[in-house]
């Protein structure tokens, strides 16, 4: 089975300071990754996803991940931190059970941008 | 033009008694989730749908039923419910089960048991 592990709970940067949330995964075969991200009280909205295309993969509102197998990761960039960026992120692989595939989530990483 | 809805938004309601939740997407796909997040957010998938078949089912207390009217449609029943069924539950969609689709998700149902 699949797994992912977001090595920080919390991140804490400043505005206009770059930003990284850091993912790795496990994986038999070569998987397929996303990123999404949860404003408080809302739904889930994908920042970017890896489908074994280009190992940088470039998303919405200026993230950016590079899948890296040398070290079995998928970290999220940002160059510069906004306010609005406050977040919890998911580092998420998509994993094929009995027959099907299924999403194996991360456990968050909280994301608090200081003015 | 909300692509996945859910109803309700916020539920409150006494241990024991049975609920659901309603959930339709109008983004034309084909497969259907129920995820559960729990008070530390974290998230795993309950159920899965495609074209109104059940394809996942996880190890979740069969007080639990999923129903699919339709592909539009996935709905969740919870029978005598508890104290630990307190969540946010989330439905989700994709085009169909494959590993690089991604899902979309509705705004979540926010289920309180006193």
């Known amino acids: 089975a699949q797994s992912v592990t977001q090595l920080d709970s919390h991140v804490s940067v400043s505005e206009g300071t770059p930003v990284l949330l850091r993912c790795n995964y496990s994986?038999?075969?070569?998987?397929?990754l996303f990123w999404y991200v949860q404003h408080p009280n809302k739904g889930l909205q994908l920042l970017l996803k890896?489908?074994?295309?280009?190992?940088l993969v470039k998303g919405i509102n200026g993230f950016e991940a590079e899948f890296k197998k040398s070290e079995t990761s998928f970290h999220l960039t940002k160059p510069s931190a906004h306010m609005s960026d406050a977040a919890e992120y998911f580092c998420?692989?998509?994993?094929?059970?009995?027959?099907?595939?299924?999403?194996?989530f991360g456990t968050g990483t909280r994301l608090k941008v200081l003015a | 033009d909300t692509a996945v809805s859910q109803t309700p938004k916020y539920l409150v309601t006494q241990m024991g008694n049975d609920k659901s939740i309603k959930c339709e997407q109008n983004?034309?796909?084909?497969?259907m989730y129920w995820y559960k997040q729990d008070s530390k957010k974290f998230l795993k998938i309950m159920f899965s749908?495609?074209?109104?078949?059940?394809?996942i089912n996880e190890t979740v207390p069969n007080r639990f039923s999923p129903k699919s009217p339709d592909k539009a449609h996935l709905n969740l029943h919870i029978n005598s419910l508890e104290l630990g069924d307190s969540a946010v539950y989330f439905c989700?969609?994709?085009?169909?089960?494959?590993?690089?689709?991604?899902?979309?998700f509705g705004p979540g149902t926010r289920l309180t048991v006193l």
């Open positions: 998420v692989v998509s994993d094929k059970g009995s027959g099907t595939y299924k999403y194996i």
């Open positions: 749908y495609n074209n109104k078949e059940l394809i």
């Open positions: 994986s038999s075969y070569s998987p397929s």
């Open positions: 890896y489908t074994s295309a280009a190992t």
């Open positions: 989700a969609s994709s085009p169909t089960g494959g590993s690089y689709n991604e899902q979309f």
């Open positions: 983004l034309g796909h084909d497969t």
